[in-house]
């Protein structure tokens, strides 16, 4: 260990030390951003940057459950990165498919798939089912995996499952529009029985949403971090929690 990782050590442990788990967010989503752009300031491939990028998320998993928090939402694949090379999306994918099987061998998370499922390759589609299969029943963190994930069409999804269901009670479009409301939509979404997240983090130093749980996020703080996501570290993650417990949530009050 050097001077610098004993510095940050001890500044960890304080930040830590006065943290209040009364204040902590009881869910977390995070864009996992900069996996590329850190390995390319590496000298590595994107493959590279992604393995790092899913290698993190278990250590950040655990930070989460050192302070209590009840559900993280990972953002791992969006709806837009089905345009990129080929080359760049399989062995990301397959990463995406090892990540997914590892949290539900850790036996820690319950993993719950939020995105279009039917965007995903069929291995794909399996890995996460089985995934949620087989974690249905632990009692820990509520691990959702956002994989074929977009805000958008998480709400266009959601307004479709609401009219397929009344079609199917019979309701007219006029009896539909004099009762759906806000919460109508809200248990048609991906997330339907789920806390909205507090806080909402970006790693790489973007300051944008990028179509994240828009939704969910209408009254979420969030929390731009310039660092890299395989980069990411204990100390930015209580910072992170500081900055939360600092600010006032007033819902628009």
Known sequence: MN???????????????????????KHIGVILDGNRRWAKASGGTAAQGHKAGADKISEFLGWCHETDVEVVTLWMLSTDNFDRPEDELIPLLGIIEDTVRDLAADGRWR?????????????????????????VGID??????????????????????????????GTSFEELAEIVDVEHISEHLYTRGQPDPD????????????GFMLWQSAHSEYYFCEV??????????LRALRDYAARHRRYGA
């Open 3 to 25: 001077l610098r990782d004993l510095v940050y050590g001890l500044y960890a442990r304080r930040v830590e030390g006065r943290l209040d788990h009364a204040q902590v967010p």
């Open 111 to 135: 993993v719950h798939h939020v995105g279009t499922l039917d965007l995903l390759p069929a291995r794909t589609q399996s890995v996460v089912k089985e995934a949620e299969q087989a974690t």
């Open 140 to 169: 820990g963190i509520l691990v959702n995996v956002a994989v074929g994930y977009g805000g958008r069409q998480e709400i266009a999804d959601a307004v479709r499952s609401l009219l397929l269901e009344h079609a199917d009670k």
């Open 199 to 210: 806080l909402v983090i970006r790693t790489s130093g973007e300051q944008r949403l990028s």
């Open 228 to 237: 890299f996501w395989p980069a990411f570290r204990k100390v930015d993650f």
